[in-house]
């Protein structure tokens, strides 16, 4: 985190600001596309949004860590002193747990539902537990808490134009067709880990079940039932970005070009998972470096303009205070996001 970030913010207190720091670290490091849509937003709003990414990931970091069915109890007893921390710290703010600390702060000025985060670690529980889905609808129970309501935790932050209640669907929907792509970028990773987030009657509808994508894995080779069954897993993921897209135009004008860019960023690695023949089974599929580049250079064109339209409108308030100017150079942040 840097400090005029945290100055914007008005984070003064030194161990709380280092919480942010552990924050952004989590995001820099985990979350690259997110990370850089993230710098797009005002200086002021970054801090929070790492938070709740950093915390996010440090819950699911825990889920997967070392994952065997024999670490289950112990990641099992890890996510409880978690939420143990995360009660304590959205009660009365403290916790020695750098991200509850940061979180906690996040919560409080943005007064974010803490329903939100209870969700959230039920999800994350269940991960230990459930390894497939029979339906689309059990998946979706499943995703309200570990997707949706990170685009429920967003809103507060991002702020919107019309009424909170009537963005908030598109803002969950977001939520979930970002972890749908996730889900479909890392089929085989997620099956090391004995998961299989595919949902057990799509794949049945294509005459694929998880023992054939055990197969594939394992030998390499390629079977076209899995192959039209990812294609299907697309098309439903497209639909629930249709679902989302009405969102955008809801933020605050200032926060579109971040939501946008991570929009389009992530929409692209649909893209490449077709451009690479469904081949995720065998290996990642990334969106082109000259790709991320066009992607985020549009976004600073957008941030810019933003920033100069809310400035003329507040040109005419007097004691309005100015905007926070956008951060980095242009060209240095599309040399980043490439």
Not at 57 to 70: E, M, P
Not at 101 to 127: E, K, N, P, Q
Request: glycine share 8%; proline share 5%; charged share 30%.
């Amino acid at each position: 985190m840097t400090d005029r970030e945290l100055d914007a913010a008005g984070v003064t207190d030194p161990a709380l600001r280092e919480a942010y720091r552990h924050c952004r670290r989590l995001n820099a490091r985990h979350g690259r596309t997110y990370f850089l849509a993230t710098r797009l937003l005002p200086v002021e709003r970054r801090p929070a949004v790492h938070a709740l990414y950093g915390f996010a990931r440090w819950a699911d970091d825990i889920v997967d860590a070392l994952g065997t069915g024999a670490d289950t109890a112990r990641r099992d007893a890890e996510l409880a002193l978690l939420e143990a921390e995360l009660e304590k710290g959205l009660r009365d703010g403290g916790s020695a747990e750098p991200v509850v600390r940061a979180l906690a702060d996040t919560a409080r000025r943005y007064r974010i539902d803490h329903g939100h985060f209870a969700d959230f670690m039920t999800a994350m529980r269940s991960d230990l537990v459930v390894t497939d889905y029979a339906d689309y609808a059990a998946l979706r129970r499943y995703m309200h808490g570990s997707a949706a309501v990170i685009g429920l935790q967003m809103l507060p932050v991002l702020g919107t134009v019309t009424d909170r209640e009537t963005a908030a669907p598109h803002a969950a929907a977001l939520g979930v067709a970002f972890q749908l792509t996730n889900f479909l970028r890392d089929v085989g990773e997620d099956l090391d880990r004995g998961r299989v987030y595919l949902p057990a009657d799509l794949l049945a509808a294509h005459g694929a079940d998880r023992e054939l994508l055990r197969w594939s894995r394992d030998t390499g080779r390629r079977d076209p039932r899995i192959t039209s069954a990812l294609r299907a897993f697309e098309a439903l993921t497209r639909g629930v970005y249709r679902q989302a897209a009405p969102g955008l135009a809801m933020l605050e004008p200032v926060s579109r070009p971040c939501i946008r860019t991570a929009f389009v960023l992530y929409g692209g690695i649909l893209d490449a998972v077709a451009e690479d023949g469904y081949a995720v089974l065998h290996r990642r599929a990334v969106v082109s470096r000259r790709r991320r580049a066009v992607v985020a250079a549009d976004g600073l064109a957008r941030v810019a303009a933003a920033r100069l339209k809310a400035r003329g409108a507040a040109a005419g308030e007097p004691g309005r205070p100015p905007l926070t100017a956008a951060e980095p150079a242009a060209p240095r942040m599309v040399e980043e996001v490439a």
